[in-house]
Each structure stands twice: as C-alpha cells, then as structure tokens.
C-alpha cells in the first residue's frame, strides 16, 4: 500500500433491500490513522455501509478497496486483513467470562494475530481496565463495562482499520470520556477507526472528518466544523429534504479529494 492509498476506499456504493435503497451512490474514503465518522438519523444506512465493508451484504453496485485491494468476498477473511468491527448490539457471548469472550477471536481458524492468545487478551484488557473483570460472566457486568468487553474483542486481533457501530451509545460522561482517550490512542498508533455514532459531541471530539448519510445518500462531509455549519446537515435531522437541495457532495471518490480528503496533519 502506498503512503497516499487510503485504508478504506468505498466507492459508488448502492444496497438494496427488496424495493428499499438503503444505500445510494455512496462514496468515502478513511485515511492512515484516520478517524471518520458516519453520521445520520434513524435509518439513513449507516449500519448497512458497515455491513457492506464487512461483506456482510452484498452492494448492487459500487466498490469497497482495503488498503488498495478489494475487500474479502467473506467476513470471515476480514480479520486477516487488519479489519475488526464492534456490532451495534454488544453481540457478546452470553455465559462466558470476559476473557472468554475476548479470547474468540484468537482461537478460531480464522485467527490472524500472532503472540500467545491469553498474553494478548490480557494485554488488551489492561488497556480498557477490564483486568480485574477478566474472570467475571460478562452477564454480571454493568452495561459500560459490557461495552468496554465488546471492544476489547475488536482490538485483540490489533486491527489497521477498526468500524465502531455506536460506541458512545448508552454511555454516561465519564465513559464517554474514556473512549475518546481510547479512540485518540488507537489513531496515534497509527489505526484507522470508521465510527458511527449518534452521539454529536464525541463525533466532533474524536473525529478528523465527518460522513453525513440520509435515506442513503451523502448529503454532506468535511471536517466536523465543516459539517455542523452545513445546512444540508441540519435539514437531514430535522427531515427537511428540500433545504439540501440538488447538491450531492462526492465524499470523496478519487484524488483531488478536497474538501472531503483525508486530513494531512
Ligand atoms: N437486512 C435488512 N433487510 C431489509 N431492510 C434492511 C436490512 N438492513 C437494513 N434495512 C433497512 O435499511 C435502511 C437502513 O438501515 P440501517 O440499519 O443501515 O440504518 P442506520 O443508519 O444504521 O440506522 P440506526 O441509526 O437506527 O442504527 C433502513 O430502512 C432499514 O430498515
Ligand atoms: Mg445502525
């Protein structure tokens, strides 16, 4: 992968359901170490983008480029290409232990990661906290914690590229908190984090530039002051679909990239 080939690469994306385009035309790229977040009310796709990154639908058009190559005809081969996603849901494994459920990932025949699966796992937890948890049934946790679990098993196979479906959801301030710090130390480390999420202000904390979606479609990208200026925004929260008007950004499609293109600082 060259310096300039964007980890993520999803180009004229188009997902339909029966009669429903859940996904129209969408295009967006994430950077090295960028952090993009996919925003949108109720509906707007968000979660279908995640599902077609992750093979899980399949698009009636357009492409989706892992660091310069198509992405993997299976979710099964995304793990060996430094992919991980959390699910929208905690989709945790009810009745086993918070290290048993990190250590799923390691132990299938599908495991990328190298090292010693319990040094790896126990690692990940120390990061999140959760190593006094490790031996607890995740069913007896608080629901921050449950959170944190899910995340934690993203991060055991050291992904490049991490989907985050709604990581802030449910959380209070102080856990709000804490993700961002955990989200700002995967980026320095060089992760790329694709995040939906709903919840506004951790989007403009942790996120180098914003993807709009309503009923499908792009409606606006740029940075997140960019974006919160943007009436097109406004209009897609408040359902008035005539004040975006006919302009449809291209977020963003092919080099020259601005004002959509991965930021460089
Ligand atoms: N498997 C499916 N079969 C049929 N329709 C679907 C399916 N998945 C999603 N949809 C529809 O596609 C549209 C987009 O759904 P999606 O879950 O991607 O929205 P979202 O932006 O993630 O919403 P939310 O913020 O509520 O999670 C919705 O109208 C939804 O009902
Ligand atoms: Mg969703």
Do not use: W
């Not at 196979?157 to 989200?183: F, H, K, Y």
Request: negative net charge; contains cysteine; aromatic residues 4%.
């Amino acid at each position: 992968m060259s310096s300039n080939t964007p980890r993520l690469e999803v180009d004229g994306l188009t997902v339909t359901f029966g009669g429903l385009t859940a996904l129209d035309d969408v295009s967006f790229t994430v950077g090295d170490a960028e952090t993009v977040a996919l925003i949108g009310p109720n509906g707007a796709g968000k979660t279908t983008a995640f599902n077609a990154v992750c093979s899980m639908v399949r698009p009636r058009a357009g492409s989706v480029r892992i660091a310069g190559r198509p992405g993997p005809s299976a979710p099964t081969g995304l793990a060996g290409r430094g992919v991980a996603r959390t699910l929208q849901g905690l989709g945790l494994f009810s009745g086993m232990t918070v290290l048993e459920n990190v250590l799923v990932p390691l132990v299938g025949p599908d495991r990328s990661a190298s090292g010693d699966p319990i040094e790896v796992a126990a690692d990940v937890l120390g990061r999140l906290g959760l190593s006094a948890r490790a031996s607890t049934a995740v069913d007896a946790l608080p629901y921050p914690d449950r959170k944190r679990v899910a995340l934690a098993r993203a991060l055991v196979t050291r992904p490049r590229l991490l989907l985050l479906d709604e990581p802030a959801g449910g959380l209070g301030s102080d856990d709000i908190a804490g993700l961002v710090l955990t989200v700002r130390g995967l980026s320095a480390d060089g992760c790329s984090v694709l995040l939906v999420e709903h919840h506004v202000d951790f989007v403009m904390e942790v996120a180098d530039r914003v993807v709009v979606l309503d009923f499908g479609r792009v409606v606006a990208c740029g940075t997140p002051d960019e974006v919160r200026a943007d009436p097109a925004v406004e209009a897609a929260y408040l359902g008035l679909e005539a004040a975006a008007g006919p302009h449809r950004p291209t977020c963003p499609r092919a080099p020259p990239r601005a004002p959509c293109s991965p930021s460089t600082g």
